[in-house]
């Protein structure tokens, strides 16, 4: 009998006895960490702390400050507060995991708020993380799942078990109370150490934590005031129809009455983007350009062009500008740390001849505006542009909002725009669809129907957009007059018969297998929508096909 086993990490190899947990083989790399050791991937695959090596095997180790120990990291912090919630304030106490908020997450609770209160919960959840309590990963039958959140009153979970198919389910126990995450979780209370919470109002407060975009330490909170107003509009039309978690939308699909959600929730779209066309023209005095901006596969393309259609309608015609033609000679842009041309930086723009070109078109000049060439590498000179007395100028481009652009320009002109598919929609209370992945799922299938990219290519690209935007847009979305929010409450169930086939794409061995899965698990939740009742301008069809504007 074989005894001994041996292990790679750090590309050295190890002799280990059988059996040994990874929680017991990681004390011996914690020092290479700076902070608690998380989870593991072993042989390509990603598991939990508790798990046994019983065989030859290839382990890397995770701490937050990798996007997969990040989540288990933010995952076990939710776990920690919730149950020092319920510890507080008694067990029909809850919180509802919203949305995104400058680098943390909003979390609304069930009781009214004070500050006292906020610092009773930090204290709280010290003490349970200095209690090193174990969280316990723990396979039950689907039937006791359902019948123990039934008890607790967590009507969400009852709706995501009767969902699914599988006879047993995984859940998490802390102490008496169990409940269901969507990603790995750490074994213990104790790694889980790095938080803080930032009293917001008596309806909540926000969760912060490092993340791998600030060098992985705790941000200091900057309220966005824009961006919680469009969350919450959003989430106060949510809880008006009723959709405000995966098992809601599913109710609606099951019951045949998707056609009826799509219509109305296109046509609030559509009267908000009217909204905005008209804020535009009561400014047309003043305003001569209009700047768009927002993060990958938020929807601009097709956002800018019904946003033309809507001002044609008030007798404006604008002349769009993409900032993508103002590219400098491929000779002349520059590189990043790895000698990659470096796209996406506003050095790699040719400001010079961008500001001075807008400038002679608002006074009335003439001028031929160039067109960038991928290909060569270069700008072709080839339209002409002249601002008539009732057109305006629409620019768009990531760095559009940049206080830096068209600063020979009163700000009294410019009306800037940010747009963002600022997702709604939660899995259930304590887990909430990322507006990240819900981009992401946009661009996988947008890469594939128009590039004929894999998941893998899209999947591999993806760390270097969204570092991107973290440099290039996310500072300036408070720069904006308006926020435009894109995402459709109802368009994770059309992207799931779009995206789901794909992601089986990925073979096992794929550095990214772990990413679609993860993907693919989360797309589980949702019934699939068909796209026949979408309209053809819809923001969506920009993505799967079918656009009047793109096709």
């Not at 040994?20 to 991937?41: G, N, V, W």
């Not at 174990?134 to 969400?156: G, L």
């Not at 629409?394 to 009163?410: F, M, Q, S, W, Y």
């Not at 009742?533 to 799967?544: A, H, K, V, W």
Request: aromatic content about 10%.
């Amino acid at each position: 009998m074989i005894d001994s086993i041996n292990i790679t990490v750090n590309n050295k190899n190890y002799k280990i006895s059988k059996g040994m947990t990874l929680e017991e083989i990681s004390k011996d790399f914690q020092k290479d960490f700076r902070y608690p050791i998380l989870l593991a991937k072993v042989n390509n695959q990603m598991k939990e702390l508790n798990e046994v090596v019983n065989e030859d095997s290839t382990i890397e180790f995770f701490d937050l400050t990798v996007k997969q120990g990040n989540r288990a990291h933010i995952g076990c912090l939710t776990y920690i507060l919730l149950y020092a919630i319920k510890k507080l304030f008694g067990e029909n106490s809850n919180i509802v995991v919203q949305h995104s908020l400058d680098k943390g997450i909003y979390i609304k609770t069930s009781f009214r708020l004070t500050e006292a209160r906020l610092d009773k919960i930090k204290d709280t959840m010290n003490s349970i993380i200095a209690a090193d309590m174990p969280i316990t990963n723990v396979t039950v039958d689907r039937m006791e799942a359902i019948k123990y959140f039934e008890s607790v009153n967590d009507s969400a979970k009852v709706g995501i078990m009767n969902y699914s198919t599988n006879k047993y389910v995984n859940l998490y126990r802390l102490g008496n109370y169990y409940n269901y995450f969507y990603t790995l979780m750490p074994t213990s209370t104790k790694k889980a150490k790095d938080f803080d919470l930032t009293y917001i109002g008596t309806e909540g407060f926000v969760l912060r934590f490092p993340t791998i975009y600030i060098n992985d330490r705790i941000k200091e909170y900057t309220h966005h005031p824009n961006m919680f107003e469009v969350f919450q509009e959003c989430r106060d039309w949510a809880e008006i129809i009723k959709v405000g978690n995966s098992v809601e939308l599913n109710n609606v699909v099951a019951q045949g009455k998707i056609n009826d959600l799509i219509r109305i929730d296109e046509t609030l779209q559509s009267n908000r983007l009217l909204e905005l066309a008209k804020t535009i023209n009561s400014k047309k005095d003043k305003v001569k350009i209009v700047l768009i901006a927002g993060p990958s596969s938020s929807g601009k393309t097709t956002t800018s062009r019904k946003l033309c259609m809507y001002l044609h309608s008030f007798g404006i015609n604008p002349k769009v500008i993409s900032m993508d033609d103002y590219f400098k000679e491929r000779t002349e842009t520059p590189k990043d740390e790895n000698g990659n041309h470096d796209y996406e930086c506003l050095e790699a723009m040719d400001m010079k001849l961008f500001d001075k070109q807008i400038e002679e078109i608002l006074s009335g000049k003439e001028v031929t505006i160039p067109t960038f060439n991928f290909s060569l590498g270069k700008k072709e000179y080839k339209n002409k542009l002249k601002l008539g007395e009732k057109e305006l100028v629409l620019i768009e481009g990531i760095h559009a909002l940049d206080d830096k652009v068209l600063t020979n320009i009163p700000r009294s002109k410019k009306f800037k725009i940010y747009i963002s598919a600022l997702t709604e929609l939660n899995m259930d209370d304590h887990n909430r669809v990322s507006t990240t992945d819900n981009r992401l799922l946009r661009r996988i299938i947008r890469d594939n129907r128009t590039r004929n990219y894999s998941v893998e290519q899209t999947l591999k690209s993806w760390s270097n957009v969204r570092a991107g935007e973290e440099k290039y847009i996310f500072p300036f979305q408070d720069e904006a007059d308006f926020t435009f929010n894109t995402a459709l409450i109802y368009e994770i169930g059309v992207l799931k018969t779009y995206v789901e086939p794909l992601l089986y794409s990925v073979s096992r061995d794929s550095e990214f297998y772990e990413d679609a899965q993860r993907l693919s698990n989360f797309l589980k939740l949702f019934l699939p929508i068909p796209a026949d009742s979408m309209p053809q301008d819809s923001i969506l069809r920009e993505f799967i096909g079918g656009s009047c504007f793109h096709e």
